[in-house]
């Protein structure tokens, strides 16, 4: 075990997962103030909106934080020649909530050049990364502009290939955890590896330091961790459920009523594996067999979605959740940290 501490200059070894989407500068800023890693999802962001985020993280705290980029698998974003087919698939959806059947976009998501010119220009301390490896350049470029490089594992092969390009320190997700299946060296479906099982193995495995992620919330999960011989907690879905975060009420409520066996992996929202609350659009979507490969099924259900949200249908939108939902309770981000924190303490 090495000590993220000295790392990434924090006080304590608890990292804030970086849900792309439903991340705030509020609850970043929290998390880093309070001693930990505050983490910060850029997915979908192009360059502008990078650099703005990273100068209001810089204005709520002057501790250090992470953002998190998602790694492109190929040309993905590019418009796909089928999405009037899969758009006509999902028409219900907007019809449900007033809007029309959306035409092609010119991209899915902004090009990662982009993302990492103003990652370079805006320095962050910590930059993690999901769906992939780093490449060489991008480290030595990291290295060079005094950034860690954190990346994200859901096997030993993954977290063997991250620490072979150079990350500073791997992230070992299991099953457990809310939001995407990470996966890339083999489908997420051949990748369902629990947390208890994935992070002594990548302990062993690798000389970089450890996160374990994935099923933990409070101080238990927290203590179990550190003696499965993980360096730090990455924790998502706890401080999802928190004041600060930018989930809606009626999110955070689905949290916190969760059943141990109320979440679902899934392709309906986004055609990447992923695990959330099953309600009546991932039961249809999943009924319907008709699924667009990411990004596009993740561009056209976010149109409805976010009318969901604006609406308040909980039923349409995806509640994005780990399977320790339910350990969740109604706190703010220091009271959540504090709960934490006092697992880390049965362990010093």
Avoid: C
């Avoid at 924090?10 to 929290?30: E, K, M, R």
């Avoid at 993905?76 to 809007?99: D, I, K, R, S």
């Amino acid at each position: 075990m090495s000590d993220l501490r000295a790392l990434f200059g924090i006080q304590h070894p608890i990292v804030l997962g970086p849900f792309g989407g439903l991340s705030s500068v509020a609850l970043t800023a929290a998390v880093s103030e309070a001693g930990g890693l505050g983490g910060f999802g850029l997915y979908g962001y192009d360059g502008d909106r990078i650099r703005e985020t990273v100068a209001q993280l810089r204005a709520a705290t002057a501790r250090p934080f992470a953002v998190n980029i998602w790694l492109p698998t190929g040309d993905e974003a590019l418009p796909n020649p089928q999405h009037t087919v899969f758009a006509q698939a999902l028409q219900p959806f907007f019809e449900a909530v007033g809007l029309d059947v959306p035409g092609r976009p010119d991209r899915y998501l902004p090009p990662l050049d982009e993302q990492l010119e103003a990652i370079w220009e805006t320095a962050p301390p910590v930059l993690s990364v999901v769906f992939g490896v780093p490449s060489g350049e991008m480290i030595d470029e990291a290295r060079r502009r005094g950034i860690r490089v954190v990346g994200t594992a859901t096997t030993v092969a993954e977290a063997l290939a991250l620490a072979d390009a150079g990350v500073d320190a791997v992230v070992a997700t299991g099953l457990e955890a809310g939001g995407h299946r990470v996966s890339f060296l083999k489908p997420a479906e051949e990748s369902l590896v629990g947390t208890f099982a994935l992070v002594p193995q990548v302990v062993d495995a690798v000389d970089v330091p450890v996160i374990a992620a994935g099923g933990i919330a409070d101080r238990r999960g927290v203590a179990a961790a550190f003696a499965l011989g993980a360096a730090g907690v990455q924790v998502g879905t706890a401080f999802l459920a928190t004041a600060e975060s930018a989930t809606t009420e009626m999110h955070r409520d689905a949290i916190r009523r969760a059943a141990a066996d109320g979440t679902v992996l899934t392709r309906a929202m986004s055609g990447r594996l992923a695990r959330g609350a099953r309600n009546r659009a991932v039961r249809a979507i999943e009924a319907s067999g008709t699924i667009a490969p990411f990004p596009m099924q993740n561009w056209l259900t976010g149109k409805f979605r976010a009318a969901a949200v604006e609406q308040g249908l909980g039923e349409l939108q995806s509640l994005w959740m780990g399977q320790a939902a339910s350990l969740a309770r109604a706190r703010t981000a220091s009271e959540a940290f504090a709960e934490l924190l006092a697992g880390v303490a049965e362990q010093t």
